[in-house]
């Protein structure tokens, strides 16, 4: 009898990605673009796979799962098998501390990988918890590359949230947006320059009619671990999302049509099982979205949240918990369920409300995607829900400040900083031919990410001005370039991140976790400045007031942290504060995790230097992607006190130049 339960268990959770406790040191990865059916629908997408998971087009993606101990030395190959496209791939929330040659950030931290070449990611993992890798490349992480990273404590070490919650079973939930165009398309489609597509809005008062960005509010469907049940049945090819009136713009929406490579699956998907074994299941959540905040609840149990982005908080009992673009939650759930007579509980995911701008006439985003919650053995019936998503009675509670009761276990205070920056963020719109509609600024500033790898420049010793780009001053009077904010190592800094938006951002800075020690809401009439007229006759948001600046915490004093992250949302017309000691070097990027934002300009540069430069870090690898130096290379030893896995410079000057040459010739042989 007992090997037939086994196997029944067996069948039904053999459909579930499984983040096995098996540990591994070396991955060796190939990203492709296939022909894939995350969500029934046809449409080719990035696979990130290797010889342990090749899942095929039905599970193109999330890639493999990197599984290791603190203080494991990790290898990950990532060889790039597309055609014709760069990739790079970013570890998000992993320091890299002195290795920021690791960062994977491509046109700053590294070349990216060229195709049919591979490069192998060398770091130590010096963290515990729940992290995960995507291109930093492009929009290639929207496309499906990306994947989870769990790195757990030490054998011999004590895990705190294995000792309050002793349990057996392990799990990773990775969430995702997902549309029915490629991500290239979308992005493309937001931009502009102008849109061909006819979409178009008016002045207030006003004949004239002005073209408009198309952004992707609403995805088509949402995947739970690479997977979402699209039923192509419901294609509504005139669907509609939902409009600004205010603007009297039409409606932003991406069009539902017709596969264009195959026939829609008519058989649904197996719905992701997950076991509640014991008395407790870890779950690992991790927002891999391009674009949206998610909702997560579980029928008829509680959710204890005990790490938010690798950090261990202390126990907090939610129904549900909100997961922005980046961040990572792991709760716990308390296997209660067995009262019931059925065995399997719906795991609902949505899109958390708060994500769509304040001015949205219809705020509805109905997408969902669900999950089970299933109990030994693993057969019978779906308990009823108490209510599905569309009746979600917390449904209009926001969720914006959700992040900011997630208290550190053992972290209380922040010390008082040496320094405040005040950065402001915002939006510029355009109507002039060939500009792109929308633009994102930080002090006034679209990011241009610089003509070279800033790392390599800095380390070895190019002009900076030979480096970075400027273009000058956009359509609105921003000015686009490379921004680059000089820090002095071992300074703490007070950082006050004001949004002068009507949505929401989620952001993220590279090489760190910060201590947040304020958030909240601004008032858009009050708290800023008169800005210029908007492009629909509606005064714009200027700079925020100093008496709004001087109301906030005294960053000259000790403040109790609200919570610790890597990754933090900025409510919208709102503020956070945080504080960071910059005790890693190297260029860090800061910026919107919102691809598509991104791509506009929504970035920064945080540039952590002793002296002007980095000159504690590691030598990069020899085998690094190769690059053309501006003045050439210099030996690495020569003017650097790099740490003890420093090189030979002599040896360096030559790999690197071997790994040029046979770019070189790979191109040549490829043409
Ligand atoms: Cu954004």
Not at 23 to 40: G, I, Q, S
Not at 282 to 309: C, M, Q, S, T
Not at 363 to 391: A, H, M
Not at 449 to 476: H, I, S
Request: some cysteine; charged content about 20%.
């Amino acid at each position: 009898m007992l090997p037939y339960v086994f196997l029944i268990i067996f069948l039904t959770l053999q459909n579930a990605v499984r983040c096995k406790l098996v540990y591994k040191t070396a991955y060796a990865f190939t990203v492709e673009r296939v022909p894939a059916n995350p969500d029934r629908y046809p449409i080719t997408a990035i696979q990130v796979s290797d010889e342990d998971h090749v899942v095929g087009r039905d599970r193109a993606f999330p890639g493999p799962p990197i599984r290791a101990r603190k203080g494991d030395l990790l290898e990950v190959t990532v060889h790039n098998a597309f055609d014709d496209e760069t990739t790079s791939v970013h570890f998000h929330g992993l320091h890299m501390t002195d290795n920021p040659w690791m960062d994977g950030v491509a046109g700053l931290t590294q070349h990216p990988i060229p195709p049919m070449s591979s490069f192998t990611y060398r770091f130590n993992a010096t963290q515990t918890g729940t992290f995960w890798y995507h291109s930093h490349s492009g929009h290639q992480y929207a496309g499906g590359l990306l994947g989870p990273l769990i790195v757990d404590y030490r054998i011999g070490e004590q895990d705190p949230v294995k000792i309050s919650y002793p349990y057996t079973v392990d799990e990773v939930i990775i969430l995702q947006d997902w549309f029915h165009e490629n991500e290239h398309d979308l992005y493309i489609n937001y931009r502009g320059p102008y849109n061909a597509f006819g979409r178009r809005k008016r002045h207030q008062g006003d004949s004239h009619p002005i073209y408009q960005p198309n952004y992707p509010w609403k995805p088509h469907s949402l995947l739970l671990n690479g997977r979402g049940n699209f039923d192509c049945s419901t294609m509504n090819e005139s669907r509609t999302c939902f409009s600004h009136s205010f603007c009297q713009s039409s409606e932003q929406c991406i069009r539902e049509r017709k596969p264009l490579l195959q026939e829609c699956r008519s058989e649904p998907y197996p719905v992701e099982e997950f076991l509640c074994g014991g008395r407790f299941i870890r779950l690992r959540l991790i927002n891999g979205a391009a674009n949206v905040p998610f909702k997560l609840w579980i029928d008829k149990h509680e959710l204890i949240i005990v790490a938010r982005d690798g950090i261990e908080t202390k126990p907090l009992t939610r129904k549900y918990v909100i997961i922005p673009v980046g961040q990572r939650l792991d709760v716990m759930v308390p296997c209660t369920g067995t009262q019931f007579p059925s065995v399997k509980f719906n795991i609902f995911v949505t899109v958390a409300i708060a994500y769509l701008p304040d001015n949205a006439d219809n705020p509805r985003i109905d997408t969902f995607v669900t999950g089970l919650l299933t109990y030994p053995p693993g057969t019978g019936s779906v308990v009823e829900p108490d209510f599905l998503p569309v009746d979600d009675p917390t449904r209009s509670s926001g969720g914006e400040m959700f992040e900011y009761q997630l208290e550190p276990l053992t972290e209380e205070t922040a010390p008082p900083a040496d320094e405040r920056i005040v950065l402001q963020y915002g939006e510029v719109s355009s109507v002039i031919p060939g500009e792109p509609l929308e633009e994102w600024t930080i002090d006034g500033i679209t990011h241009i990410m610089p003509k070279l790898p800033l790392l390599q420049a800095m380390y070895f010793e190019e002009p900076l001005n030979q480096t970075v780009r400027d273009l000058g001053a956009g359509p609105m009077g921003n000015k686009r370039r490379t921004h680059i904010r000089h820090l002095q190592y071992n300074r703490t800094y007070d950082f006050v991140v004001i949004g002068a938006s009507s949505q929401q951002h989620p952001w993220h800075l590279h090489g760190y976790t910060m201590s947040f020690v304020a958030a909240g809401t601004l008032n858009r009439s009050t708290d800023f400045e008169l800005g210029a007229k908007d492009e629909c006759g509606c005064d714009g948001v200027g700079t925020v007031k100093k008496a709004a600046l001087d109301a906030m915490i005294d960053w000259r004093e000790p403040a109790k942290i609200l919570t610790k992250g890597d990754s933090f949302t900025v409510p919208r017309y709102g503020y956070a504060i945080f504080r960071v000691k910059m005790v890693n070097q190297g260029p860090w990027l800061f910026h919107c995790h919102v691809d598509w934002h991104l791509g506009m300009g929504m970035a920064m540069i945080f540039s952590v230097e002793r002296d002007g430069r980095y000159p504690d870090i590691q030598a990069p690898p020899v085998d690094f992607p190769a690059y053309l130096p501006m003045s050439g290379f210099r030996p690495a030893g020569s003017s650097h006190t790099n740490s003890g896995t420093s090189i030979g410079g002599q040896a360096q000057v030559v790999a690197a130049w071997l790994a040029v040459l046979t770019f070189a010739l790979v191109q040549i042989y490829r043409g």
